[in-house]
Nanobody
Framework: QVQLVESGGGLVQAGGSLRLSCAAS????????MAWYRQASGKQREFVAI???????NYADSVKGRFTISRDNAKNTVYLQMNSLKPEDTAVYYC????????????????WGQGTQVTVSS
């Protein structure tokens, strides 16, 4: 059973930065597709960023140019660097892992972290 543990969330002012980390209990970080999703209060979970095992990345339009997904295979950890944060980025951020083909659909991920809260004040 793969476990994912997120950290790095918190309260930040608009325009600030945070780096989220997701530590995996197994090599799914190296061999699988890793992604970040977020869910704001009262809204559906939405895609944020994805990185395939080959290193290809993709981002939601709302975060392109501001967020960067990366991974450290030696540490079984994936990161989400978030810059120029906006109040609308406020949400619980979830790390997800898939051992199958890359997908933007939440249902395609077999493993999820518990989430970390990001709050951006105006």
């Amino acid at each position: 059973q793969v476990q994912l543990v997120e950290s790095g969330g918190g309260l930040v002012q608009a325009g600030g930065s945070l780096r989220l980390s997701c530590a995996a209990s197994a090599s799914v970080n190296r061999d699988g597709t890793m992604a970040w999703y977020r869910q704001a209060s009262g809204k559906q979970r939405e895609f944020v960023a994805i990185q395939t095992s080959g290193g290809d990345t993709n981002y939601a339009d709302s975060v392109k140019g501001r967020f960067t997904i990366s991974r450290d295979n030696a540490k079984n950890t994936v990161y989400l660097q978030m810059n120029s944060l906006k109040p609308e980025d406020t949400a619980v951020y979830y790390c997800a892992a898939s051992i199958y083909s890359p997908t933007l659909l939440p249902g395609g991920y077999q493993y999820w972290g518990q989430g970390t809260q990001v709050t951006v004040s105006s």
